[in-house]
């Protein structure tokens, strides 16, 4: 049997990718649980072309993050390799893949969806965005605007920021159950990805 | 239908980082007879959010939809990032009724309902759109002869064609050459113009974006242009103020100008350097400031 090559996405797990997968990993239901998830509804249409890998920009430079792969263990039940998996977090967003998939198939939604789940099941996430989050709460923007950024505005000419409505914000992250979620969660540092090409 | 007064929507990364684009955008639309509305009480529009909960980021733009929706005005907005997510939210939420229903019960709690009766625009729709490229000719008093530039439209005016196919052509995109052709500066073509600027991962990991930067800036100036110009806070921060960080991570000098489109299309239509805060881009454009 040839050599298994490295796994992309799920390289964390490389080992165990060279042992056939056990049962009690096998999640059937997930699948369906992506499926109802805005933007994710066709992941099991995925036929593995591989186009979404071979068109984005962030697989170009780095062999962690393959969003084929990503389909195909969302199609397999391997829950427990997604949900997670610090790679999910180096999709840009760029969109690439929904326009060129032949299948219709949301890459980057998928992505969002998978993020979603692993901040809600883990509560953990990146520090970036915890911090953005946090902001939002306490700004309504995702940074806190320094005073002095406030007082040049008046310099440059420009009208003042508008004042946010911090209790409509707060609303709605309790209104979502995020509110908890933000509260208790723990943070994960950068990714790392040193000696890709 | 053409419209000349717009609800302001700022966003986060411009009033925090770039006056310039604020200072320059102003000026311009001013000049152009475009009235912008400031808009009250808005909060970011969702955009980070949405990787952490996308029921959370679809409350927190419709919230400033409805915003709009009750003075019944157009949002335009100058950053890409929160065009397509409040485009988006617009578009969801007007088409999947179950998902409708679902934030508007969220939106209850701060008494508020999505009803889906205004648009979203990004500068480039309202320049192209609403004012029109034989109008704003009339503008240009200054023609940028002999000067020679690459553009970059950034994802989320592109993609996915399913919210903003009807703009522009994701895979050539024409709208922002046509505002550059107008300013009398040469817009040049060059290899994977649509390609992400790869910005928003870079709280996650540097190397990748920066990488993927290098490649572009390396593109854009094989193809002999002058300077960049973009449309997007998030891109301009990649490429100009991140600039000298590339070119020391990578042992590469690229000196590559990297203006918002508002500045050249004020410099063409007889502003000066300093009305459209040129001095404050990182990289500078020496040939205009001298």
């Known amino acids: ?53 071979a068109d984005c920009v962030v697989a170009r430079f780095t062999d962690f993050y393959r969003p084929r792969k990503i389909a195909r263990i969302i199609q397999l039940g391997l829950k427990d390799r997604l949900i997670g998996n610090e790679a999910l977090w180096l999709c840009t967003t760029c969109h690439t893949c929904i326009d060129h998939c032949p299948q219709g198939v949301e890459v980057s939604s998928i992505i969002r969806a998978l993020r979603n789940i692993s901040v809600k099941t883990l ?14 709460l306490k700004s309504g923007y995702i940074y806190l605007m320094p005073e002095s950024r406030l007082k040049k505005r008046e310099e440059q000419g420009l009208p003042p920021l508008p004042k946010p409505n911090l209790k409509d914000v707060a609303n709605l992250f309790h209104v979502t159950g995020f509110a908890g979620t933000l509260e208790k969660s723990r943070t994960t540092e950068n990714v790392k990805t040193e000696g890709a090409n | 239908m053409a419209e000349t007064r717009f609800l302001f929507f700022l966003g986060c990364l411009i009033p925090y980082r770039l006056a310039s684009y604020e200072v320059s955008a102003r000026k311009v639309l001013g000049k152009l007879g475009v009235e912008l509305v400031e808009m009250p009480e808005f909060n970011c529009c969702g955009f980070p959010v949405a990787s952490l909960d996308y029921e959370l980021a679809l409350s927190l733009a419709a919230r400033n939809l409805c915003l709009a929706e009750q003075q019944n005005m157009t949002i335009l907005t100058l950053c890409n990032g929160c065009f397509g997510t409040l485009n988006e939210a617009n578009m969801v939420l007007k088409e999947d009724r179950a998902l409708r229903d679902k934030i508007n019960h969220n939106l209850q709690q701060i008494g508020m309902e999505f009803k889906g009766t205004i648009r979203v625009k990004h500068l480039v729709h309202v320049l192209t759109e609403d004012i029109g490229i034989e109008k704003l000719k009339e503008f240009v008093t200054n023609p940028l002869k002999g000067l020679r530039v690459g553009q970059h439209t950034g994802c989320h005016l592109l993609r996915p064609v399913k919210h903003v196919g009807h703009l522009d052509n994701s895979e050539d995109p024409v709208v922002l050459k046509k505002l550059i052709n107008i300013t009398g500066a040469e817009c040049l073509d060059y290899q994977d113009e649509t390609e992400c600027c790869g910005n928003t991962v870079i709280g996650i990991n540097e190397e990748i974006p920066f990488k993927i930067s290098k490649e572009k800036l390396e593109h854009v100036k094989a193809s002999g242009a002058q300077a960049l110009v973009t449309v997007c806070p998030s891109c301009h921060m990649m490429y100009d103020f991140n600039q000298p960080r590339i070119e020391k991570a990578f042992n590469v000098v690229f000196n590559l100008p990297v203006l918002h489109y508002t500045q050249l299309l004020g410099l063409a239509m007889g502003f000066k350097p300093e009305d459209l805060m040129l001095g404050e881009n990182r990289v500078k454009p020496t040939f205009f400031l001298s």
Request: charged share 30%; proline share 7%; hydrophobic share 30%.
């Open chain 1, 123 to 136: 509560d953990t996430m990146p520090s970036v965005f915890k911090i953005f989050a946090s902001n939002i």
């Open chain 1, 1 to 53: 049997m040839p050599e298994r090559k490295k796994m992309g996405n799920i390289s964390k797990h490389q080992e165990e990718d060279s042992k056939p997968a056990k049962t009690k990993r096998i999640d059937p239901k997930f699948k369906y649980e992506i499926m109802r998830m805005p933007g994710a509804e066709k992941v099991h249409l995925c036929f593995q072309c591989g186009t979404c890998t």
